[in-house]
T-cell receptor
Framework: KNQVEQSPQSLIILEGKNCTLQ??????????LRWYKQDTGRGPVSLTI?????NTKSNGRYTATLDADTKQSSLHITASQLSDSASYIC?????????????FGGGTRLMVKP | ETGVTQSPTHLIKTRGQQVTLRCSSQ?????VSWYQQALGQGPQFIFQ???????GRGNFPPRFSGLQFPNYSSELNVNALELDDSALYLC????????????FGPGTRLTVL
């Protein structure tokens, strides 16, 4: 069964600090891995998309890494801001070309405190 | 904003009732996917519609049904509501049914009492 596991489940950091969120997956073969940011009660918003051949991708203060051999990804947030408080969801797309069976992780709930 | 809209924003129903949720896809997108997200969990895939046809279904019972219209907007219908159906229902649109980025709407919060 395709699974995506994220850790930690929740995290509290002080404003200005960095943090790293982890994602392990069993989806194989896979097409791409996505990180989404979801504010409470809102829809997810895409941060990064990486294919299996990419190792890293940045979007402002967000940097995602991917190790396809170990099936691990991380999302690093630099110089955190209060607005970074949200859930971060890792999503893996299986390599079937359909894009209709994305597997979502349970998310990491990040809280940034002043 | 992604350009994907959903209605209503919030909804309260009682067990056994039926509900219809609506989604307007982003301009130029012909594919709509529906997800159920329970509190504190990641979204679970319900089904996808591509050019008015169902194009894949997750592990949800038949009382969850859908529809896509010629303008590519979509409806999610849930019959015989159960308490566990309480969740945020997300709609996502994409340019094609292939492996494209999905753009999510704000969701509909359904509460079943």
């Amino acid at each position: 069964k395709n699974q995506v596991e994220q850790s930690p489940q929740s995290l509290i950091i002080l404003e200005g600090k960095n943090c790293t969120l982890q994602c392990n997956y069993t989806v194989s073969p896979f097409s791409n891995l996505r990180w989404y940011k979801q504010d409470t009660g809102r829809g997810p918003v895409s941060l990064t998309i990486m294919t299996f051949s990419e190792n890293t991708k940045s979007n402002g203060r967000y940097t995602a890494t991917l190790d396809a051999d170990t099936k691990q990804s991380s999302l690093h947030i630099t110089a955190s801001q209060l607005s970074d408080s949200a859930s971060y969801i890792c999503v893996v797309s299986p390599y079937n070309g359909a894009g209709n069976m994305l597997t979502f992780g349970g998310g990491t709930r990040l809280m940034v405190k002043p | 904003e992604t350009g994907v809209t959903q209605s209503p924003t919030h909804l309260i129903k009682t067990r056994g009732q039926q509900v219809t949720l609506r989604c307007s896809s982003q301009s130029g997108h012909n594919t709509v996917s529906w997800y159920q997200q329970a509190l504190g969990q990641g979204p679970q895939f319900i089904f996808q519609y591509y050019r008015e046809e169902e194009n894949g279904r997750g592990n949800f019972p038949p009382r969850f049904s859908g529809l896509q219209f010629p303008n590519y907007s979509s409806e999610l219908n849930v019959n015989a509501l159960e308490l566990d159906d309480s969740a945020l229902y997300l709609c996502a649109s994409s340019p094609e049914a292939g492996d494209n980025e999905q753009f999510f709407g704000p969701g509909t919060r359904l509460t079943v009492l």
